[in-house]
């Protein structure tokens, strides 16, 4: 038995201390905003916060985040948390998902890296799109993405 802190809320998970994060959110807690996609921490679309920190769920295993907090898609979107609620705003603005599959995990990063910066700073294309390098989007919309991150920024500001 486990015990996790997710989105605020503790959690005991009967699996295996070394079953990746992803599994306990997605297959024993029902939160299924955090997507597999490669199951080796190369494309992103697992990414969630561990301790403010933007991790991959699939490869991370549960033992190493008891006694942390976890927060996944669900949270960080609700509304709740001002630089999450800023970057989904701007994610709809820019129109910035096509098939949508990697968006929890950009949106995970992007909140990640945006609360990661001094207040008020903007951040530069070349910030963004290096914060952003380790989500891939097999759809393209990177121009958007980097778009919809620089809009949060400003109006975090």
């Not at 907090?69 to 609700?78: F, G, L, R, S, Y």
């Amino acid at each position: 038995m486990s015990a996790l802190n997710v989105n605020g809320r503790d959690h005991t998970v009967d699996a295996d201390p070394g079953t990746p994060i992803l599994w306990a959110l997605r297959d024993t807690l029902g939160m299924t905003g955090t997507k597999f996609g490669c199951g080796a921490a190369l494309c992103g679309a697992c990414t969630v916060h561990l301790d403010g920190q933007a991790i991959r769920s699939c490869i991370t295993p549960i033992s190493a985040a008891e006694g942390k907090k976890i927060v996944t898609i669900e949270a960080a979107t609700d509304g709740s948390d001002p630089v999450g609620a800023a970057v989904h705003t701007a994610w709809v603005k820019h129109d910035v998902a096509q098939c949508g599959y990697c968006q929890s995990g950009q949106i995970m990063s992007a909140t990640a890296f945006l609360k990661s910066q001094p207040r008020g700073k903007q951040p530069t294309a070349a910030e963004i799109d290096a914060a952003m390098a380790g989500n891939i989007c097999r759809c393209g919309t990177y121009a958007r993405i980097r778009a919809a991150v620089a809009d949060a920024a400003k109006s975090l500001a």
